[in-house]
Nanobody, 125 residues
């Protein structure tokens, strides 16, 4: 069983930065590929960014490439999403997720076994 807890969401203005953190329970965190997804009202959950088990391979959605950065600390069981140059269209509930079966992070939310409760990010114009 894996428990994920996100933190760091909030209300910011366009152009601001925000850092989201995800803390994972369990002793096998380094065996999980991790991903961040988001869901805006009335829209489907979408892939934002993912990182492989060891942290060496990352993948970004086109909409956030160059603005968002994912990192993980396997010693601390955490994954962090640094979000810069935020835009109103980044407004959503952000979820971290763990894929316990693959070494690389999938863009398909259905491949993830465990999810956090989500944290709201609101970007005003």
């Amino acid at each position: 069983q894996v428990q994920l807890v996100e933190s760091g969401g909030g209300l910011v203005q366009a152009g601001d930065s925000l850092t989201l953190s995800c803390a994972a329970s369990g002793r096998s965190f380094s065996n999980y590929a991790m991903g961040w997804f988001r869901q805006a009202p009335g829209k489907e959950r979408e892939f934002v960014v993912g990182v492989s088990r060891g942290g060496g391979i990352t993948g970004y959605a086109h909409s956030v490439k160059g603005r968002f950065t994912i990192s993980r600390d396997n010693a601390k069981n955490t994954v962090t999403l640094q979000m810069n140059s935020l835009k109103p269209e980044d407004t959503a509930v952000y979820y971290c997720a763990a894929d316990t079966r693959r070494s690389g992070a999938s863009v398909d939310y259905r491949q993830y076994s465990y999810w956090g409760q989500g944290t709201q990010v609101t970007v005003s114009s």
